[in-house]
């Protein structure tokens, strides 16, 4: 009776007000370890290997785990799955499947899981018996193609992994357990360290690539017991024949309506860096590295800027489940300046302080001054299209939060996608890799403007015009920033004190001309905004429903989390963690 009561109220640990914001600290803290961890797997790369022509044959290859992570773990996967799990839970919280021959949520999973493993393991077994040929089709120019060809084979057997690891971190996530799936990439990146520690002298840069081999097992298994266990807490209604074809039919929906317009436009999005590679492949040898270092460096500020985008998205998946839009829009409105806001800083001091930063990081052993000078140069032009990465991977999860298929989203990466090719061959002609990541940075941030003027008409209708006037206010007080913090960071000496200067400097100059802009800007309470429920959620929670006013009827205790569908507060009813089951 306990399990099943459990089951119809969703299940999980009563939280309080601050819940997306402690889930969003949680989820950030674990993924700045990973980040961490990356960076001194970078720094062992560099170290050890330099940016040369060896390098190059690996990130070669490395563009295979690149492009799984993007489509198995970060983009596709998620934006098919979590909806998915997200209403699979909204029918078990309503007590739908009473009398059918499943739970909803473990139906799902009988339904994909396995077409999946198999699909994905079929894919990884094509990859190493074709990888001569993809290596001449990602990188003509390559002067050792026989090194990347060994080190794409060992590296392509990370696509069955990443695809169980984004399966698991999807479930896990739509369940409101944040905690397995934010330490995916510090697991992986303690496997690849590990392996070029111990293999590094007989094997040479292939250690790294066996490494991703390691860190892909690992990340499966840092989540697959958290996942088991949920499962094995869900209810177990009695056989029927009645409900049985709805968990096969999820899984029809799920391969046949979501997956195609989810996965063109995570390959298109994931094809940039092919781009990137196939031009840069004809250039001097370093190039390729000094592009993977600088985009590395990068994309830090934006990788924590979709952490709270990623903490919520289970959380706007579950309202549009329960028809509740207004909710979703808040919710969405409100991470997008957010996120904003963190990659701007962000963005104002790598490119203040982007020759200090990659010094700091990089230059010893094999990577020299020279390779300084261009990785900085580079990473000041990526940084550029910091803030259109980051809308673009917020944004998208307003048209894939819903249960219908999309294609908008893939139609708008691919014309960024086209920008990219069509400013980066000349680009790569007369600037070489800086041209290259300037075309980056143009391609992307158009489709991000596409994204954002599409927006209003997809699932959770935000209002665009209130969001660009937002956007442009906050991109003027990040270029303030930046010139802020670049004048200190050249007029400090050592690298550590003008790196944490410029950092400090930029980041008080941006909130400050940030508090000096008028009250109509449009921009919200920006600190309250992370952990404040939406004004539906709060009316729902003082509002009891009918069931719960009923004469005879008592309420419900204090702190317990209301079905999804039933008038709950899904700005906020997903729980931190459930801990451990008994």
């Not at 640990?13 to 001194?40: D, E, I, M, N």
């Not at 997200?86 to 919280?93: D, E, P, V």
């Amino acid at each position: 009776m306990r399990r099943r009561a459990r089951a119809k109220g969703g299940g999980g640990r009563p939280q309080g007000r601050g819940f997306l914001a402690k889930a969003a600290a949680v989820t950030a803290g674990l993924t700045a370890v990973g980040a961490v961890l990356g960076l001194v797997r970078d720094q062992i790369l560099a170290g050890y290997f330099g940016a040369g022509a060896a390098t190059d044959a690996f990130l070669v290859a490395w563009t295979v785990p690149e492009f799984a992570s993007t489509l198995l773990i970060e983009d596709a996967m998620a934006l098919i799955l979590v909806p998915a799990f997200s209403r699979a839970l909204a029918r078990r919280g309503d007590g739908a499947f009473d009398g059918a021959l499943d739970d909803p949520v473990r139906a799902l999973v009988r339904g994909t899981l396995p077409r999946l493993t198999l699909t994905v393991g079929l894919a990884a077994a094509v990859l190493v018996v074709a990888a001569p040929l993809l290596v001449k089709a990602l990188a003509p120019g390559l002067p050792d193609p026989a090194l990347a060809v060994d080190c794409t084979r060992l590296t392509a057997t990370c696509v069955l992994s990443f695809a169980l690891v984004g399966y698991c971190s999807a479930a896990l996530r739509a369940h409101g357990r944040f905690l397995p799936p934010a330490m995916i990439y510090a697991a992986y990146n303690v496997g690849i360290i590990g392996t070029i520690l111990v293999l590094r002298d007989p094997w040479g840069v292939r250690s790294a690539a066996a490494g991703v081999a390691v860190g892909g097992v690992l990340m499966v298994l840092v989540q697959a017991p958290s996942l088991v266990r949920e499962l094995r807490s869900g209810p177990v209604p009695p056989p029927s024949r009645a409900s049985a074809p709805r968990g096969g039919q999820d899984g029809r929906i799920l391969v046949l309506g979501l997956i195609a317009p989810v996965v063109a436009f995570s390959l298109c999005r994931q094809s940039q860096t092919l781009i990137e590679r196939f031009l840069a492949s004809p250039l001097p040898a370093g190039a390729i590295s000094h592009l993977n270092y600088a985009q590395k460096i990068a994309q830090l500020p934006m990788i924590l800027s979709l952490m709270l985008c990623t903490v919520s998205f289970p959380v706007v998946a579950r309202a549009l489940a329960a028809g509740d839009e207004e909710t979703a829009r808040h919710r969405v409105e409100r991470d997008l300046l957010l996120a904003a806001v963190v990659v701007l800083v962000g963005a104002a001091t790598v490119i203040a302080a982007a020759p200090r930063i990659v010094e700091l990081l990089f230059e010893r052993g094999e990577f020299g001054g020279s390779d300084t000078t261009a990785t900085a140069a580079v990473m000041r032009v990526y940084a550029l299209g910091l803030l259109g990465q980051t809308m673009v991977g917020a944004l998208v999860r307003c048209y894939f939060s819903a249960a219908r298929p999309l294609w908008y989203p893939a139609a708008a990466m691919g014309a960024g996608l086209v920008t990219t090719g069509v400013a980066g061959v000349p680009g790569a002609q007369h600037w070489g890799a800086v041209g290259i990541a300037a075309a980056n940075a143009l391609g992307i941030t158009l489709t991000a403007v596409l994204l954002l003027r599409g927006a209003h008409r997809q699932s959770v209708p935000v209002r665009a015009g209130r969001l660009g006037a937002g956007l442009l206010r906050l991109a003027a007080a990040g270029a303030g920033a930046t010139g802020a913090g670049w004048a200190c960071s050249v007029a400090i000496g050592p690298a550590v004190p003008a790196v944490a200067v410029a950092a400090l400097v930029a980041t008080c100059v941006f909130l400050l001309l940030l508090a000096c802009a008028p009250e109509a800007s449009g921009l919200p309470s920006l600190p309250r905004s992370a952990y404040r429920r939406t004004p539906h959620a709060r009316r729902h929670r003082a509002e009891p429903s009918a069931a719960e006013a009923a004469p005879g009827k008592e309420p419900p205790p204090a702190g317990r989390v209301a079905p999804v569908g039933k008038a709950s507060p899904v700005g906020g009813d997903v729980p931190l963690d459930h801990g451990h089951r008994r």
